[in-house]
């Protein structure tokens, strides 16, 4: 296929085939719009090899793969340590590599001598000559005499270390591997654009690209080349009717009166097509030999050959197949070189979690999908475990949408909106600074066009007992379903929930079996039942309704905004549409709940659960806000427990047209902010002790001044600040009061000044001026 170059003057091809996996031989580096490939190189002959035995078995395992790629191979040499991180590297598309250069240890004269005789590929030598110079002056390597480097393009790189007496020479070696650049980590990811898509890729996936790639081209080609042998023979048929009737042919070019007429006449005469008549008009008068008639019948005859050749390649797989491994061990013949680099186990091949210390850390994930690991010793003052304080760098737009506390060993279960459950270890998410932006989230998981992360749950085991993840979907179904059912895990994610089309999942949390949940929707009302109530299921499975969302017609009235495990000393913050906000104690459970397994809880549309309490709470308006009386009885402050699929208990009356947006549970006489954006993008930020806390039967208070056609979009609750930044500002609120007031007082002594010397200068006015005439 061909396309028009960048300034459209010319055309050039699409594609460039190749014809061996160029991609693994060669490598590729690259960074994109918040992406980043780095594939090392291979040798040419093991994948080749490879790619053969894909083709031969196509449910070869990457394990079986490694018996021929035992791993990367670099035109410098090297020795690659460590066989874990391959493994991984193959296997998941993503890794590192350790690279060392290749050096010797010898005795001579009692002194021991390192020559490293190659380097790490992408090393400079004359900076780590340098380096290693440098290390040496500064005393960080004290076991190092003389240092020679005799590299030249004879004898290749030669570096030649002689050893101080008294010192080992494995000892000053491994401070080199160290502290310079002879050992080097290759941070290895195989993303790819296959078919207009960024993707990571293991080995054997690669390879099965690359098969399928030349299946299509070679089918392409043997089409072409197919169409012009038939058109060819086609030609050479009509020259061969032409030279058996070579009389007579001549005899109907010569008593033609034009080229037109001589054509003509041809084709009625021999039925000859346009393309035979006008070859037959163009041929020359040497073709007339019996040579030239050799020549034809031969051409006639290969031509034939040819074209059975290319259409018993066309009529099977196995044939494109067998063309697609004849290609490769040509090149294979004429390139391949034994490997270069050495691979060897780790000195020490233990885990990375080995490595790893088990720490604290804070994991926030913005609305945009920026991620980052910070350790907790850098929020030096949290007011609640888990919560973490303010300290994301984020852009004008974005905010901190998920926050989370754990161990850098446990496990990160990342639940998307497409009801996909993807997961990391928390060590495997970058760490960056307090107030750094973090890493975009689609570059550590693989996620899918729409699909976001709507919760983030962290665990330390997978068969923790008596452990439930609870999810709730829009359209207000609920599924429970034990921890453990979860963990097979696996890189490109598993399936959390099975949604129904038009759905989509709002949340997920960690439950012991036992807590209450409490759901709100949009049209004002909440739901609060025990999780008891809720059958545990396996992850293919829809679950059962949470909320009763829909009218005695079945038709869906309202939809699920939000799920929380209810802590009873919390609150509930209420947000809606129109900008209007209350909190109001979520409390603790009636005495004796309603509480049932029934399945005829799915069948209940009984406005019986209604819990208007109109009579218990009356409204007094003032300067436009809405509020509950004084007089408001204890059970209007608080979401009592009703059944699941009830329909609830009002959580925030609502005037025409509005619904509630969000609706988050946050600790009482906290210090965090509340963040509201509205569709046409303003943004308000406010204290959630200012928005005012009411009974359940209120329509709250105004949060949000909107313009007319405006409403709010999101509400989200950012870290409340600690004690130390309280501090901090409540300082620089002193410091700009203490300059203010400097300020006026340099300002009123200036003033002064100024008058004193307007004074002076007026009496001095006086004092001179001319005294008047007197006649």
Known sequence: DMRPTFDEKDLEPSVLPARFPNLLVNGAQGIGVGMATNIPTHNLGEVIDATIAVIDNPRITIRELMRIIPGPDYPTGGIIQGIRSIISLYETGRGSVRLRGKATIEEK???????????????NKENMVLKIAELVNDGKIPGISSLEDLSSSRAGIKIEIEIKRGFIGNVVLNQLYAMTPLESVWGAQLLVVDRNRPRTMNLKQILEAYIDHREEVITRRCRLELRKAEERDHIVQGLLIAQANITEVVNIIREAANREEAAQRLMERFLLSERQTKAILEMRLYQLTNLAVDELQNEHATLLQEIDRLKDILSSRLKIMDVVKTELLEVRSKYADPRRTMIVPGEHEIDLEDLIARDICVIPLSATGYIKRVPASLYEAQNRG??????????????????????THDIILFFTNKGQMRWLKA???????????????????????GERVRAMIPVETMDQPDCYVVMATRNGIVKKTPLSAFKNLRRRGIIAINLEEGNDLIDAKLTDGTQDILLSAANGMACRFCESDIRSTGRNSIGVRGMQLRDKNGELVSELVAMAVVNPDDELLVISAQGMGKRTPIGSADPTPISTNDSSADDDNSDSDIDIEEDEASETLENGDAETSAQEESSSRRYRRTRRGAKGVISMKLREGDSVVAALQVPANSNQELILISVEGQTVRLRVQDVRQTGRAAYGVIVMRLSEGDRVATATIVDELSEEEIAANQAKEEENADMAALEAEFLANIQAQSDENTEETAEAGEDNAPEEETN
């Not at 060590?427 to 550590?444: F, H, M």
Request: glycine share 12%.
């Open 109 to 123: 004269n009692g002194r021991e001598k390192i020559t490293i005789s190659e380097i790490p590929y992408g090393v």
């Open 386 to 407: 888990g919560k973490g304080v303010r300290g994301m760098k984020t852009k004008e737009e974005d905010y901190v949408d998920l926050l989370l506390t754990c161990c």
């Open 427 to 449: 060590y495997e998410i970058p760490e960056g600074a307090r107030d750094s932006q973090g890493k975009a989230l689609i570059n550590l998981l693989d996620l899918a066009e």
